[in-house]
């Protein structure tokens, strides 16, 4: 039977390649390597990465000290995938505990299965003990990682492609996925020439309309102070849960919806409580991505005869053109006038 125009999967040779190999290939030395990496895990590595950089780029140009995103994400990510892993095994328990399953699988986080709700939870514990110890504003943080959240999320659904996963009912549409009958994940009873939803690449367009949104709504409003961030929740809530609700693979279920809606409406709703705490709390514009007193000066600046002159204290109250600056941030800017000590404290 010849398949309608539909999107095919990536054959069982393009998901694994081996590193060395690939170095030879492109006429690089291998160093000797001789490594298997999964395509899935290669391209969630890639968006990390470029998260990471596109991050660490909006930091500095707010003025945090260079390189300063490591200091965080150093706490972040390994969180972000332990909780990963936990709520994956909370999610998917007939995966790790039931009869003739191997003892502590649960824990070879190697294998694959993170849920991003939970990387979502240990990310955010991640920043504000990152935060605390760097003097970096955790909102701060949080709303200028918006941008890398997300491409690090079509990361993840780029190798979910390649591992045949997140797909949902069949359908007829052209754009419909081919998913090999041999595939683990693929639904009993049904021909093999099936088409299914292709929710991994909803959710790929869902997460470049969210950059390109609110990226343009924050700017537009100058949303600041963890306002950017809850207004991810709830794009990245809302779009999760209809995802979900397209998929067919088995998954926990509360009053007949599947549980991945239910905690997408859940984090919608999160988000809109944060925006609107946010918006009461803080009227003004930050003065600084750092804590009161815990300001980054450039060696250039520390003693420079104007930084700490009472004229420059008059027009950074001001904020310039009028603008309102938050009341309960007034004191970093006196905090950061009495720092004395060497080039790039913080």
């Not at 006429?27 to 895990?41: E, K, V």
């Not at 939870?121 to 991640?126: A, D, F, K, R, S």
Request: glycine share 12%; charged share 15%; aromatic share 12%.
């Amino acid at each position: 039977m010849v398949l309608p125009a539909s999107i095919p999967s990536p054959t069982d040779d393009w998901q694994v390649f081996n590193l060395g190999q690939w170095f030879r290939d492109i006429g690089w030395t291998s160093f000797g390597l001789n490594i298997d990496l999964r395509a899935s895990t290669g391209f969630i590595i890639l968006g990390l990465i470029v998260a990471l950089v596109v991050t660490s780029r909006r930091l500095t140009t707010r003025g945090a000290e260079p390189g300063i995103v490591v200091d965080v994400a150093i706490w972040a990510i390994p969180l972000g995938i332990v909780f990963g892993r936990l709520a994956y095994v909370a999610l998917n328990p007939g995966e790790f505990f039931s009869a003739g399953s191997r003892a502590w699988s649960w824990a070879f986080v190697w294998e694959g299965g993170v849920s991003i709700w939970g990387v979502l939870l240990g990310g955010v514990i991640g920043v504000l003990i990152g935060g605390r110890i760097t003097g970096l504003r955790a909102s701060t943080f949080l709303d200028l990682a918006v941008p890398g959240i997300l491409i690090g999320t079509v990361g993840e659904r780029i190798g979910d492609w390649f591992e045949h996963e997140y797909f949902g009912t069949p359908t007829a549409a052209p754009w419909g996925l081919q998913i090999p009958s041999d595939a683990a994940g693929f639904p009993v009873g049904l021909s093999e020439s099936t088409l299914f939803q292709p929710t991994f690449l909803y959710e790929i367009l869902w997460a470049l309309g969210g950059i390109a949104l609110l990226l343009g709504i924050s700017k537009k409003f100058d949303l600041q102070w963890g306002k950017t961030f809850a207004l991810y929740l709830v794009w990245y809530g809302l779009g999760r849960s209809w995802f979900e609700s397209l998929r067919i693979d088995p998954s926990l279920y509360l009053a007949g919806i599947r549980v991945n809606v239910w905690i997408g409406w859940a984090v919608a709703i999160v988000g809109i409580v944060v925006f609107i705490v946010a918006s009461r709390r803080h009227t003004g514009t930050e003065l600084s991505v750092y804590v009161a007193g815990r300001e980054w000066i450039p060696a250039a600046e520390v003693h420079s005869e104007d930084t700490y002159s009472d004229t420059d204290d008059d027009s950074e109250s001001s904020a310039g053109n009028g603008a309102t600056v938050d009341t309960t941030d007034t004191e970093s800017v006196k905090a950061t006038r009495s720092v004395t000590s060497g080039a790039g404290t913080k």
